[in-house]
């Protein structure tokens, strides 16, 4: 009977050990990568649930495109065309998640769709995918993190910079320059640059150009300008406005961290230079989880569905520096010009002149 006794207390108390040691590693913070091995689990795509968001989504922005045609009275027409660029917006974050092989990396037919949208869209994968890696393999670095994204310059470098490079690169930055992103981002940046530069290299781009030609003349001589205005540039301009302003905002907002070689890694970028862009549901929507960029940036295999269940079920990850599309919040990443060094911090050129 004692013995009996002394196995039961010996079982128990190594329970008891065990439930202890497990809720202590809840709390353990995982950092390093081991945070990044923490994620794969996660990186896991369901071909299933990717070609059902792909296909509805089409179906979606072409039933919008259609109706900003047939329906009756101009404020519904515009409400529907710009729906449709809100759709354009989601499928454009689809296919930024297949270039990263989140979704879909198996299927040659999704390979195909995404390389036509790819064109479409004007971000033909032949640029999209050598300045979009760049970008995340130097996140947040001063001295490479130009290359598929705004230049970020020291406010050192900016006062020794002449008149032309100031003005060139505040142009960059410029409110107007991302509100005008179908012409300045997406229609110079990702086609009439590379094609200029390196016309063999980037044949998508030049395809692109002519593409778009094309749509627009064949839109005007059937259908009108008011269709054309409706079908492609509505939608477009809204589309792109809102995509340049989030990838904005995304790397450059007041908790920003910047470095240069010396201790920078890649988790942390992630977490300190990678913003967490707090939007309601239907915005989340819209840009298909792209605002949890904190944690696509930690690993961008993650598909974009599964990043939220991140958020919940990795506690390291739940305290981001966050931003939000509230208009006060807008025109204070807008301000921000420079990073200031000694403050390790982003800074308008005002505060810049008062050091």
């Known amino acids: 009977m004692g013995d009996a006794i002394r196995r039961v207390s010996v079982a128990l108390s190594r329970e008891s ?35 059902r968001i792909l296909l509805t989504t089409v179906f979606a922005y072409i039933a919008a495109l259609v109706a900003a045609v047939l ?6 027409k515009v409400a529907a065309s710009v729906l449709a660029g809100l759709f354009f917006v989601r499928l454009f974050v689809i296919y930024h998640d297949h270039q990263h092989n989140a979704i879909l990396p198996k299927s040659k037919t999704a390979a195909g769709l995404m390389r036509v949208w790819g064109i479409y869209a004007m ?55 991302i509100l005008l992103g179908y012409f300045s981002v997406f229609i110079v940046g990702m086609c009439v640059v590379p094609a200029m530069e390196d016309p063999k290299a980037h044949r998508d781009s030049i ?25 492609l540039f509505l939608p477009f301009s809204v589309a792109s406005a809102l995509g340049a302003y989030l990838f904005y905002a995304q790397h450059n907002f007041p908790d920003v961290t910047y470095m240069d070689k ?28 792209i605002g949890y ?56 050129l005002p505060e810049m002149r008062r050091c």
């Not at 590693?25 to 990186?43: N, Q, S």
């Not at 329906?71 to 519904?76: E, G, M, N, R």
């Not at 988790?267 to 298909?288: D, Q």
Request: hydrophobic share 40%; aromatic share 10%.
């Open 17 to 51: 050990t065990n439930l202890i040691l497990g809720r202590a590693r809840v709390f353990i913070m995982r950092t390093g990568k081991e945070l990044i091995l923490a994620t794969r689990e996660f990186a896991q795509d369901n071909s299933v649930r990717s070609w």
């Open 71 to 76: 329906l009756p009275f101009w404020i519904l």
């Open 123 to 177: 971000t033909p994968s032949s640029i999209w995918k050598h300045s979009h890696n760049h970008h995340h393999n130097h996140n947040s670095k001063l001295r490479s993190s130009h290359i598929g994204s705004y230049p970020v310059m020291t406010s050192e470098r900016y006062q020794k910079s002449s008149k032309q490079e100031r003005a060139k690169y505040l142009a960059m930055r410029h409110p107007v320059t």
């Open 207 to 231: 395809i692109a150009l002519a593409l778009h030609l094309v749509l627009y003349a064949v839109a005007i001589t059937f259908l009108g300008w008011a269709a054309a205005f409706l079908l």
């Open 262 to 289: 010396d201790g920078w890694t890649y988790e942390g970028a992630a977490l300190v230079s990678s913003s967490y862009c707090k939007m309601n549901p239907v915005m989340c929507y819209f840009t298909a989880n």
């Open 293 to 348: 960029h904190h944690i696509h940036h930690l690993n961008a295999k993650i598909p974009f569905y599964r990043l939220p269940e991140v958020l919940e079920k990795m506690p390291e990850l739940q305290s981001p520096k966050t931003t939000s599309l509230h208009p006060a919040e807008i025109i204070r990443c807008l301000r921000l010009k420079v990073w200031d060094v000694e403050r390790q911090q982003m800074i308008g």
